[in-house]
């Protein structure tokens, strides 16, 4: 199974991915195995700080959905694809979804090119299930207040704007796949809910 967490930074899909790692690995006899997108990899995190690297603010959306797309295919190759054919859970914080809601919403790049390049870079792997934890842009920035801002987070309030409206045609289009939350409820009271949407879809083993 192939789980993914999206949403814009400070929604946290980060403790919420984490929190079903430690909880799926407490019930399920099959490995577990965590990634970030991009990195994980060390080529991939040699991509990612490159990315989020606030010198490289030339970066064009073209370049930059490339170099994106180069990470997430060494990830692919290298850890999520040797991972599933061998029965693992893998869970991922974010994956295809953000190119879609970043380059294509965001940065205005054409769907379609955002598509083949998505589907170039995972030779067809996709999620099982996503979990999008959407929160309004002004409660997302306050929880970031006291982080140093990468060359990402530096886009403005528009492009974010725009990202969140990506993630959220993401959950109308395909709701069976993926699924919205309100992020800004209780960091445990959102593990639940989460925790009981995976109870449909896999079975306790301990």
């Known amino acids: 199974m192939f789980i993914t967490f999206e949403g814009i930074d400070g929604c946290g899909k980060s403790t919420q991915a984490k929190l079903l790692e430690e909880r799926l690995r407490s019930t399920q006899h099959q490995p577990v195995v965590f990634v970030r997108d991009p990195g994980h990899t060390g080529i991939s995190e040699a991509i990612r700080a490159i990315l989020l690297d606030k010198a490289n603010n030339a970066l064009t959306a073209r370049t ?8 997430r295919a060494q990830l ?4 999520i694809r040797p991972a599933l054919e061998q029965g693992s859970i893998v869970i991922a914080d974010r ?6 809601a970043y380059q ?3 940065r205005g790049l054409p769907l379609q090119d955002i598509q083949f390049a998505n589907t170039v870079a995972t030779g067809g792997i996709a999620p ?4 999008f934890l959407d929160i309004p842009l002004q409660q997302a920035k306050e929880r970031c207040s006291e982080k140093n801002a990468d060359r990402m987070e530096l886009a403005g309030d528009g492009f974010f704007e725009r990202v969140i409206l990506g ?7 395909e709701p069976n796949r993926v699924k919205r939350y309100d992020a800004v409820m209780p960091v445990d009271a959102l593990h639940e809910e989460i925790w009981q949407e995976m109870q449909g879809r896999i079975i306790p083993q301990r």
């Open 64 to 71: 930059e959905l490339l170099l994106f797309s180069a990470a």
């Open 128 to 131: 099982d299930i996503t979990f």
């Open 95 to 100: 994956f295809t979804d953000s190119t879609i």
């Open 167 to 173: 993630y959220q045609d993401l959950s109308v289009i």
């Open 104 to 106: 294509a919403f965001g």
């Open 76 to 79: 692919v190759d290298a850890v």
